[in-house]
């Protein structure tokens, strides 16, 4: 498996120390560490093979390698494999609740670093489960629409849904960076809008293969 550092995640660290937030985000860096471990654990008890592990400001993500031969097994068997790619993202955010509830059972942790533990798990689970593709949520989302619309139609809509829910993020954000005045916010929005665009470029590509193939069988 190979791995890889996005060289952002230094310019992250820097403004968040000068905001005295570091511990903050590096708590949420360990936990989502242990988020993606989930994650990976869930894809090879399913018998997935990773294929590359990357560290990114906002976390890090595991990609599983997906043969000539997987392909072919998708196709015949698309419901499937939706489901268990449905499983794989939901791995992440149980470990972040099983997290939650082993915190909650120690009676002798310090209260403080308990309730950071517990700040970081949540807002990992809420980053997470956002749908917006491909954070986990947008992952359930589109897996779910696939298994009742098909692939064409599950990319279409989670699209949509992922760009509804950045418009409506952006406007409470917005709200809440002049409330508090939260640089975290700010760093947070930009990354969601990042991955947002990186994504609706990839979807517009297909999305025009997915017209060519629909003329050339109506030619036929």
């Not at 700010?186 to 017209?211: N, Q, T």
């Amino acid at each position: 498996m190979r791995f890889r550092i996005d060289l952002k995640i230094f310019l992250f660290a820097i403004l968040f120390y000068f905001t005295k937030q570091i511990e903050v985000y590096a708590m949420i860096m360990f936990f989502a560490i242990l988020h993606e471990l989930g994650h990976l654990l869930a894809g090879i008890l399913l018998k997935l093979k990773p294929e590359k592990m990357e560290i990114m400001p906002h976390g890090v993500a595991i990609k599983f390698k997906v043969t000539p031969k997987d392909y072919n097994k998708k196709i015949k068997c698309g419901n499937q494999w939706e489901v268990k790619k449905i499983l794989v993202a939901l791995a992440g955010p149980i470990t972040n609740i099983i997290i939650m509830l082993i915190v909650l059972q120690l009676e002798n942790m310090n209260l403080f670093k308990g309730l950071m533990i517990l700040y970081a798990n949540l807002l990992l689970i809420l980053f997470n489960l956002l749908p917006i593709y491909p954070l986990d949520g947008g992952r359930i989302l589109r897996g779910i629409l696939h298994l009742f619309f098909g692939k064409k139609k599950a990319e279409k809509y989670s699209n949509g849904i992922s760009f509804a829910t950045l418009m409506i993020i952006t406007f409470v954000a917005s709200i809440a960076i002049y409330k508090i005045e939260n640089i975290a916010i700010f760093l947070m929005v930009l990354v969601l809008w990042a991955i947002y665009m990186k994504e609706d470029r990839i979807y517009r590509k297909r999305s025009k293969i997915y017209d060519l193939l629909e003329k050339g069988l109506e030619n036929k």
